[in-house]
């Protein structure tokens, strides 16, 4: 069964203060792993596809990167704007509806 | 760029009532989904649509019809509302393409059962 993990929870963050997002994932067959941003009370807003170990992608103040076990969302000098659930997703082989979810990182970044 | 449009947003049913959740994407994708999210818990996957007048299971199905009459339509049903159905649902869209599966939302649909 493919699963995600994404740890912390939750993370609070000084504006400026750099920090990392982990999704830990299992699945037979990555096709890709997905990042998303979700605002209270909208749906999730896709950012980055990452397709094999080693890749990475960015924009503004987000980077992506992948292993072959775990991704990781870097945000540099966060703003408040930056606050939001990070979900994370992987797709694997054997069908488009072949999508799980992580649980997601509630990210709150204080003036 | 309307994308991924979803109506009503808010509804409060009484169990045991039938409502009917609608979606329209105005992408041209093939694909078409509804998710449901609840606290502690990932999106997860109701039923999926490859096409139009196409319909399939997904991971928890049960208590939910869908169709899939027109290409830029996606309809789920509640026949009998139950509490366990209080949720936030989530409609999406994706092309079909070679490889992966980028999945575009809408904005999102709050339904309490009581």
């Known amino acids: 069964e493919d699963q995600v993990t994404q740890s912390p929870e939750a993370l609070r963050l000084q504006e400026g203060e750099s920090s990392s997002l982990n999704c830990s994932y299992t699945v037979s067959g990555l096709r890709g792993l997905f990042w998303y941003r979700q605002d209270p009370g909208k749906g999730p807003e896709f950012l980055f596809t990452?397709?094999?170990a080693g890749e990475e992608k960015e924009k503004e103040r987000l980077k992506a990167t992948l292993t072959k076990k775990e991704s990781f969302l870097h945000i540099t000098a966060p703003k408040p704007e930056d606050s939001a659930t990070y979900l994370c997703a992987v797709q694997a082989a054997g069908g488009y509806q072949k999508v799980t979810f992580g649980i997601g990182t509630k990210l709150q970044v204080i003036p | 760029n309307a994308g991924v449009t979803q109506t009503p947003k808010f509804r409060v049913l009484k169990t045991g009532q039938s409502m009917t959740l609608l979606c329209a994407q105005d992408m041209n994708h093939e694909y078409m989904y509804w998710y449901r999210q609840d606290p502690g818990m990932g999106l997860r996957l109701i039923h999926y649509?490859?096409?139009?007048?196409?319909?399939a299971k997904g991971e928890v199905p049960d208590g939910y019809n869908v169709s899939r009459l027109k290409k830029q339509n996606f309809l789920l049903g509640l026949e009998s509302a139950a509490p366990s159905q209080t949720s936030v649902y989530f409609c999406?869209?994706?092309?079909?393409?070679?490889?992966?599966?980028?999945?575009?939302f809408g904005e999102g649909s709050w339904l309490t059962v009581v």
């Open positions: 999406a869209s994706s092309a079909r393409t070679g490889g992966t599966n980028t999945i575009y």
């Open positions: 649509s490859v096409g139009e007048g196409t319909t």
């Open positions: 990452l397709y094999s």
